[in-house]
C-alpha cells in the first residue's frame, strides 16, 4: 500500500463528498472524508482524502476562499494531485461556482489547463458531444430545470461552463476518449496549443473513465463528478480490494433516523414497517407546538432498541409535508424537523446506538453536526452512493460509531434493514 496522501479532493456538498469517497474505496483507495477543513493534521492512514465543503450554492467569492482553505491542508498534508468534485448534474448557479472555483484553484496551482465530467455511468450521467444526459433525456428535461437553487436549464455543459469561466473553455468529444490513452493525450495537447484552459470531457461508460485515468495522470487538478475518480487510484498502482474499505467491528445497538421525504426514502419506511420491527412517527406540528418530541421518541425506542433495530421519522409524502410547510413555513419547518431528528440521533447513540443508519442529505448534515463528527472512514458500499463510515463521536465515548448517511433518492426499498446486513 502506497504511503502519504496521494489524491486530495474538495467536494462542494456533504452527500457529494460520501459519493466521491465510497467511488474511491471502491477502486482500491482508504479513504477518509473529512467535515469542512480538518484544524488540524489527518489522524489516520489513508490514501485519499475528500474534504466536505458546503460551498455549491454560497456566494462565489465565498466558495472560491474556502477551497483554497481546503486546498492549502491538503498540499500540506502532501496530496499528489488535487480533484474538485461537484454534482453529477453539474448544479451550479448563474454565477458558479464549479468554474469560479476550478479557475482559483487552477492558479493556486499554477496549472494551465484541467478537465470537466460530471459523467458518472452507474448512476445514468453520461455526457456526449459535451451534452448531458440524465438516464435518457437531457440534463434541462430532467428535472433539474426546475430545480429551486440551482436550476440547469442547458445540456451544453461547454456553454455552461463557458459562461462560469475567464479562460477558454473546449471539449474532449468522445472519438478521442474512445481510442484511449494516446489520443485523449493528443486532444489536451491540441487544445492546450489553441489556449483552451478548461476541457468538458464526453464518457458514455466506465470504460471511458477507465481510459480517460491514465490519460490525467499527469494533471495537478482535476474536476469531475464522482465518475472519474474510478480510473485515477491506478495511476498510483492501487487495484481494487476489500482491504481499503475494511473498518473496525461493529458493536451496540441499530437505529434508523430519517428526515428525508424523497420518493424513494418514503418506500423504505413502508417496507421497514412492513417487517414488523419498530417504528415512530415525528409530527411536526407538536415539534412546533413545543412538546419535546425528542424525548419522547428517546423514551420509546429505549426499551425496544434490545431485541433489533427501531426507525423514528419524519418522512411523509408530498401532500402532507406541503400542509405542514404551509402552516410553518418551508424553511422553518425543514430547520425544526432537522434539529429534532438530530437530538434523536445523540440521544440514541448516548443510549448505546453504535450502528446508526440517517436518511436525508440536510438530515445527515444536521446529525453529523449534532454527534460532533468531524472525520469518517469509508468503509463497504450498501448500495451505489451509500457506504458504511466509522467516526468518533463524543456521544459514543471511545467506542467510536458506525454511521451511514443516504441522501434521499439512493438505496434499494428494503435499504433500512439491508444496511445492518452489509458489516460483518
Ligand atoms: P433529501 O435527501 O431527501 O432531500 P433532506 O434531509 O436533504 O432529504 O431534506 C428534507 C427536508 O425536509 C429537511 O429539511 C427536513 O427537516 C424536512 N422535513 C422532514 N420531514 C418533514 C415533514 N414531515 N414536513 C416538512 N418538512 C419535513
Redesign the pocket.
Known sequence: MAAGLLLGCIADDF?GATDLANNLVRSGMRVVQAMGVPAGPLDAGADAVVIALKSRTMDPAEAVAQSLGALQWLQAQGAQQIYFKYCSTFDSTARGNIGPVAEALMEALGTDFTIATPAFPDNGRTVFKGHLFVGEVLLSESGMQNHPLTPMTDPNLVRVLQSQCRRKVGLIDHRAVAQGEAAIAARIAALRAEGVGLAVVDAVSNDDLLRLGPAFKGLPLVTAGSGVAIGLPGNFGIAPSSQASTLPPVQGRQAVVS????LA?NRQVRAFIQTGRPALA?D?LRVAAGVDVAAEALAWAEPLMASGPVLVY???DAD??KQ??GQ?G?EE??????RT?AAIARGLVQRGVRQLVV????????CVQALNITQMKIGPQIDPGVPWCFAQSNAAGADGLHLTL????FGTDDFFTKAFTILP
Open positions: 452527500t428526515g428525508s421525504c424523497s426514502t415525528l411536526p419524519s418522512s411523509a402532507a409535508v405542514v410547510q410553518l418551508a419547518a425543514g430547520a425544526m424537523v432537522e431528528i436518511a436525508g442529505g440536510e438530515t445527515s448534515g444536521a443516504k441522501s434521499g433518492n
